[in-house]
């Protein structure tokens, strides 16, 4: 299906670190609508390195997106890749740092199109595409439709069966990863493409920096996602209540919901109230065409009782022994 966004929400804490070394964009255009792009980095190098990495390759990707935008066909790896390369660029220019110890980032990005969504990633930060509908955890169905596989030793280690899925958990070497968009020309680390074109009205993208996932497990997330008590915001909030159980590190998500875009309020004060809503607004009731007005109700039953009072007292003043003899003479058979 074409993908259509309902709403964007993001989170962005410092955890018990001194400074912010993630970041993330999104962005809106003039009539409302949201680029079709997410875009979250996770920066390395120490102090404000890390910070700069991050931020350059956000703005570096937006730019050149929002300054080549494609046709519908050349949406693919070739138009990624060049986006990576612009960022590089934009990243060597800011490396002023001498040492062998050079700054970098992790990526993630999500890119949606007529075709689906495209998934790119450098790096441990993690995308998720996520179908709440599906989420039979009797059944072991969680409706996790895709998670990026980390660019890490602890995840190398568990592809080649050398550590098991608890042994990693507190593998003392975790944070270590194996791949970064780092400023070295002619060494650019590669990223991993998916295009996922199964979408569904209802699912999620999750995006995150490793932070979220020090309390977050996958079974939590896609449990929280799949409450259809709660709304986005509710759910966004939820997700960042586990992490306050004990994240250290920075920790920075976006939550991007497919389907039929939210309504604002100017949008309402023109459009017919609708019975359901699913935006966290207050229900408004619909008029259905023929039926009379609540407030009429109060008004028809004064007028009733009044014409009734009327005939009553209209008719104490005549003789009904008169009428009633008028009205036989009028209706009793001829010659009797």
Known sequence: MKAEIRNVLSFSNIGERTNQEDSCYFGQLSNGSYKPYFILCDGMGGHDNGEVASSTVCEALSTYFDNNVPQEDEINEDYFNNALEYAYEKLHEKDTNSSSKKMGTTLTCVYLCNRGAWCFHIGDSRIYHIRPCEYRPETHSIGLKFQTQDHSLVNSLLKAGELTEQEALTYPHKNVITRAMQPKRGEHA???????????????????????????????????????????????????????????????????????????????????????RRDGRKRQRRRVPGNMPDNMMPWLVVAIVAILLFLVLWLAKINISEVAGNVWDWIKPDGK
Do not use: M
């Open 190 to 276: 590669k990223a991993d493409y998916r295009l996922e074109k199964d979408l569904q009205s209802g699912d999620f993208f999750f995006l995150c920096s490793d932070g979220v996932l020090e309390q977050l497990s996958n079974e939590e997330l896609c449990g929280i996602l799949a409450d259809d008590k709660t709304d986005d915001e509710g759910k966004l909030s939820a997700i960042e209540e586990v992490c306050k159980r004990g994240t250290k590190d920075n920790h920075t998500c976006i939550l991007v919901s497919l389907g039929p875009a939210q309504k604002h309020a100017d949008d309402l004060k023109t459009k017919p109230a609708k019975s359901l």
